[in-house]
């Protein structure tokens, strides 16, 4: 069971911080995403079809990436012009005591990097706020980033919250499931 999960989310068009969110599930053993998740050493591209109720369906394409102490997640839909949609870190409790020193500045660079020249400005913001946030909030508690690296109209965005929900909380176990196999192969190889 997934617990303590808080979700910080940037708006594009505000340059400023919502949330934390609280989610609350689990998709252990669940879901499309998970079973692919589940069958890759460290990083997956595919199509993301999590239906919205009431909403026409969208497909969009995501990476995700496994970086050691955190996990990658790119959003966007086929033909979209400029950078990804949203750009998300996902940092699972029990990882959170081996994060980089830099993380906060080498996630900032890199959402930079992705927006181009008009995100000029944000990057301290973006950068402040998770290097407290992983500073002052309780270790046990996993943190998602979900950086909205462009303005949406408010029907996109509508579409990809939830995109962002699912696709973290599979990252999520999936993340939970490796490093319990990880560590339970490095315990056999010891004795």
């Not at 079809?49 to 394409?61: I, K, N, Q």
């Not at 020193?101 to 995100?119: C, D, I, K, N, Q």
């Not at 176990?173 to 056999?188: N, V």
Request: proline fraction near 7%; charge should be negative; include cysteine.
């Amino acid at each position: 069971m997934i617990r303590a999960v808080d979700l910080h989310g940037w708006d594009a068009l505000t340059r400023s911080w919502h949330g934390p969110d609280e989610l609350c599930g689990s998709n252990e053993g669940k879901g499309r995403v998970l079973r692919a998740l589940r069958r890759m050493p460290g990083s997956w591209h595919g199509k993301l079809r999590e239906p919205v109720p009431g909403a026409v369906p969208l497909t969009f394409c995501a990476s995700i990436h496994d970086l050691g102490d955190a996990g990658l997640l790119l959003i966007d839909m086929e033909g979209s012009p400029g950078g990804p949609l949203e750009v998300v870190a996902v940092i699972p409790a029990h990882r959170r005591a081996r994060v980089r020193p830099e993380f906060a500045f080498e996630f900032a660079s890199f959402v930079r990097f992705l927006e181009g020249p008009e995100s000029s400005g944000s990057e301290l913001a973006i950068h402040d706020h998770i290097e407290r946030t992983l500073r002052e909030t309780d270790p046990s508690r996993t943190l998602i980033f979900s950086i909205e690296a462009r303005f949406e109209e408010p029907e996109i965005r509508l579409l990809v919250a939830p995109q962002v929900e699912a696709a973290a909380l599979s990252m999520i176990a999936w993340m939970t499931e490796k490093d319990a196999l990880d560590s339970a192969f490095a315990e056999l190889s010891a004795t």
